[in-house]
Structures are given as structure tokens and as C-alpha cells.
């Protein structure tokens, strides 16, 4: 059974930064990309940053730069750390695993609040 946890989110000041974690089960070997997404209050949920089974990473353009996403395969864990942060960051941040022929799976969320 597919199981995502985040962990990592909290209030910061603008300027600071954060790095959030996913512990997956059961492994990572079985998901052909991972992903963090966001979704602020009132707004869509949003791509922020993915990795692929091969090391591959993508970024929407805001964060190239202030993000970065890594995985740590022996540990089952995925980390985004977010440096610089603004109140334009706030939103709960999720955790999302993706394999072929299968409905994406996803964590509950951690919330990162970054205040002015």
C-alpha cells in the first residue's frame, strides 16, 4: 500500500528557508517520478518541483533557483528545500508519487507559512 507522509512545514520569515521531506512507502523504486506540488488558499494546486527515476528534475520557472528537489533512495524519502522564501510561497505543499497506468498518489500536505 502506497503511503506518503510530508513533514517540514512551518511559519518562517521572509528570506528564510525550509526543506520539507516525504517519507515513502513502500519504495521508491516502484514510481517513475516524484513531485512536489502546492496549493494556496483559493487557488489551484500547482507544480513545484518533480524528480524522475533516472535523476531528472523539473522546475515551474518561479522557483529554478530558490527550490530544489532531491530524493535519498535508501531512506525512501524525498526533500524540497526552499531557500529565500516569500508570503507569495505560502500554501499547503504535497507530496506526490507517480507510476505508469496509475492515478497519482498523494501525501496529506504540510503547510509553510512565510510572513513579511
Known amino acids: 500500500q502506497v503511503q506518503l507522509v510530508e513533514s517540514g512545514g512551518e511559519l518562517v520569515q521572509a528570506g528564510g528557508s525550509l526543506r520539507l521531506s516525504c517519507a515513502v512507502s513502500?519504495?521508491?523504486?516502484?514510481?517513475?517520478?516524484m513531485a512536489w506540488y502546492r496549493q494556496a488558499t483559493g487557488k489551484q494546486r500547482e507544480l513545484v518541483a518533480k524528480i524522475t527515476t533516472n535523476g531528472r528534475t523539473n522546475y515551474v520557472d518561479s522557483r529554478k533557483g530558490r527550490f530544489t528537489i532531491s530524493r535519498d533512495i535508501t531512506k525512501k524519502m524525498v526533500y524540497l528545500q526552499m531557500n529565500s522564501l516569500g508570503p507569495e510561497d505560502t500554501a499547503e505543499y504535497y507530496c506526490r508519487a507517480e507510476r505508469n497506468f496509475e492515478l497519482p498518489d498523494w501525501g496529506k500536505g504540510t503547510q509553510v507559512t512565510a510572513s513579511s
Open positions: 513502500p519504495s521508491l523504486n516502484i514510481f517513475n517520478a
